[in-house]
């Protein structure tokens, strides 16, 4: 089932009066910002790691079918890469009706590269979210997502988008490549 969860990020109102701050950005907000942004940097967080375990009825599969994106789960000593993007709060209008299916806003700290940490943003589907499909092996992942399909495009392309930007920022990422190989090996066999 889809969630909405437009309302209650409202509430929460993490950094709404703020004049700007970082939003960490793990899964399609890496590969596509259709929003503006002040400035774009390589970050990562603490205690949580990538997981293709939440459903999505309203980018990458429908209702019927719901497709499998990325969404964070906790883990202790793990550490998630991605980008980070410095926005003003005047974004979040676009960013929780984009997220709205099960993202909730939560704080977290954000290391760079290349300046002082700082607390920011993150959007996290929760296993609570009545959208979240759970935990499945990478192969069965692969298989599930193949020929899912959305109003933002296809699952597979999600996942194949997301491993070339984690490549290209020469962030490792076991979960997401060991599906990726196995998706390019349901797709070489024509399955
Ligand atoms: C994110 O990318 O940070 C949130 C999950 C998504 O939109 O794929």
């Known amino acids: ?45 603490r205690g949580w790691t990538r997981r293709f375990w939440q459903g999505s009825h309203d980018h990458r599969g429908t209702h019927e079918a719901p497709g499998r994106v990325a ?7 793990a550490l998630c890469h991605g980008v980070a993007y410095h926005i003003t709060p005047d974004v979040f209008d676009h960013l929780d009706y984009r997220e709205m299916n099960g993202y909730l806003r939560f704080t977290t700290t954000l290391t760079f590269q290349d300046r002082p940490a700082a607390d920011g943003l993150v959007y996290i589907a929760t296993e609570e979210n009545t959208a979240f499909l759970g935990a499945a ?10 020929h899912k399909e959305g109003p933002s495009g296809r699952n597979a392309d999600y996942l194949k988008d997301l491993a070339a930007a984690l490549r ?24």
Not at 1 to 26: C, P, V
């Open 1 to 45: 089932m889809s969630a909405n969860t437009i309302e209650e990020n409202k509430q929460r109102g993490h950094f709404a009066d703020a004049d700007s701050l970082w939003l960490f950005g793990y899964g399609s907000l890496i590969f596509k910002a259709d929003f503006p942004y002040l400035d774009k940097t390589p970050a990562h967080i």
């Open 168 to 191: 290209a920022l020469g962030a490792h990422d076991d979960h997401v490549f060991e599906i990726e190989g196995h998706l390019l090996a349901l797709e070489d066999n024509g399955r």
């Open 137 to 146: 092996p990478e192969r069965d992942i692969a298989a599930y997502i193949q």
């Open 71 to 77: 969404t964070l789960i906790e883990q202790a000593g």
